[in-house]
């Protein structure tokens, strides 16, 4: 039996506004043989084979900016670096060749849009803005000679913008053996990752035969806050039309959802209390994949079926690059937090940037967020290649959630923030909610989704 122990869930400290995600971060530890971001050596690259040699890759034409990531993030500022400087020489580097979206993702999974519009072309992105799509897999980075390796070779830069995403932490969830991380992953995948998540999901949730089916919403700051919430509804109403006799059981270690807990809580109550089983307030200290037991401080849940949504952290390749921040405790990026510049070491790089969910600011870790700020850095990087500047913007998150289909009704949030220079902690600027749902909240999620999605392509 592969036992997985929770293991200091409690231990991450938000300060300001925590159940919402404000505040700081603290208490990361170092790791072992990985370089530090108190060690403020550049990283160096150490590199063979292919991919030390040149990338086959047109000549730079010009002040080149390197974007690695063509996600939320990685897609607004390539194409927003453009549309600030025709000018600049931009290439994207990408490792996957198509482009699958996560927001509205839970709109397919209910069955009420095909998987198609979710599905984008970077060739597309591309040649309609006038940047290279390189599909490829940074694999180091050499700060010093300002080059970036690849698993199809190295490139140059002038400015380099690392937006590279989150990772999942089972570690939190004291998973320390590879065998039993693995058997949660491709038996239970949370599905806020990979698009091969979300078809295992979609897949677990129309074969479901019925019983009790698990979500977990991690503790911390966690992709998507609305998500996990939604995803309960979305299921509960699949469930309810496709007559599965099946339970939503969702585990959530907070007392109330992370954002839109009034609306999402009417929901639960008024519209799903026969399907959805909300455990507020619920730590889970161990998971048995095999015999499928979920051990909480309460109560063991013996589940069917899971997508099990461990803590997540800053992407991987930032820790190997020396580029993460030792207070954040989900290893989140070392940057200057107006800039975005790279301060590994509390030194300053002024030609690496970094951006969307690895950032350490306490904002959610949206697609909004990191478009808006994508637009943001995008005009900076732009206006310092002519030596100018321009004023920090707020990032803006906004999300929309649909509760329930027949009839079809949605949530809302619109939130800002502010730096309290004499807390030095974030707080909102802006923050408003809509908790009565209705058919047009639902029906603007797809609106919203279309629109970002067709300016990041077009
Ligand atoms: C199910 C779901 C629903 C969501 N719904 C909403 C919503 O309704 N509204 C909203 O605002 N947000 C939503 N989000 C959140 C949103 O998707 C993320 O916040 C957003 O994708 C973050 O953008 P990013 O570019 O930072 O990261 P990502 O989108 O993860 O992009 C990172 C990219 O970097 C690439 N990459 C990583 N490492 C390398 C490497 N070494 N070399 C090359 N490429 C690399 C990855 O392949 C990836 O394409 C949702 C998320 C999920 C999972």
Excluded at 35 to 49: E, K
Excluded at 173 to 198: C, I, Q, W
């Amino acid at each position: 039996m592969t036992t997985i122990n929770r293991r200091d869930l409690g231990k991450l400290s938000l300060g300001g506004i925590a159940a919402a995600g404000i505040g700081t971060a603290t208490g990361s530890q170092a790791i072992p043989g990985v370089a530090s971001a108190t060690d403020n050596t550049p990283h160096s690259a150490h590199v063979t084979g292919i991919a030390n040699r040149p990338a086959d890759l047109p000549a730079a034409k010009g002040h080149r900016v390197v974007v690695v990531g063509g996600g939320w993030s990685g897609m607004t500022i390539a194409k927003y670096l453009k549309v600030n400087d025709p000018e600049l020489d931009v290439v994207l580097i990408e490792r996957r060749a198509v482009f699958i979206s996560h927001p509205i993702s839970g709109a397919w999974l209910a069955g009420l849009m095909p998987m198609e519009p979710l599905m984008r072309s970077y060739l597309d992105a591309a040649a309609a803005n006038n940047y290279i799509f390189f599909n490829a897999s940074l694999i180091d980075l050499d700060r010093a000679q300002r080059k970036v390796y690849t698993d199809q070779g190295w490139l140059a830069y002038d400015d380099l913008v690392l937006a590279p995403g989150l990772d999942y932490d089972y570690g939190t969830f004291g998973v320390d053996d590879p065998t039993a991380v693995n058997d949660l992953k491709t038996r239970y995948p949370a599905g806020f990752m990979s698009a091969s998540e979300h078809i295992s999901l979609n897949a677990k949730v129309r074969n479901f035969k019925g019983g009790t089916f698990v979500l977990t919403a991690p503790p911390g700051i966690f992709r998507c806050s609305a998500t996990p919430y939604e995803r309960a509804c979305l299921i509960a109403s699949v469930f309810k039309r496709e007559k599965i006799a099946g339970k939503v059981v969702l585990i959530d270690p907070r007392e109330e959802p992370a954002v839109k807990a009034e609306g999402f809580l009417a929901a639960f109550d008024e519209l799903h209390s026969d399907t959805i089983e909300y455990m507020s307030s619920t730590e889970i200290e161990s998971i048995d994949p095999e015999t499928r037991t979920i051990v909480t401080g309460f109560d063991d849940i013996v589940f069917d079926d899971a997508a099990i949504y461990p803590r997540i952290r800053g992407a991987r390749l930032l820790e190997y690059l020396g580029l993460v921040d030792p207070a954040s405790a989900q290893k989140e990026a070392a940057i200057d937090r107006f800039a975005y510049n790279a301060t590994p070491g509390g030194v300053m790089d002024e030609h690496v940037y970094l951006a969307g969910d690895c950032r350490p600011m306490p904002f959610s870790k949206s697609g909004n967020t990191a478009y808006t700020e994508g637009k943001y850095l995008a005009a900076l990087i732009a206006a310092r290649a002519k030596g100018s500047t321009v004023a920090w913007e707020s990032p803006q998150t906004i999300c929309y959630s649909i509760v329930g289909i027949e009839p079809m009704a949605g949530i809302m949030v619109r939130t800002k923030y502010k730096y309290d220079a004499t807390a030095d902690n974030w707080d909102y600027e802006d923050n408003f909610a809509v908790h009565e749902r209705d058919r047009e909240k639902a029906d603007k999620a797809f609106e919203w989704a279309e629109t970002h999605l067709d300016d990041m392509f077009s």
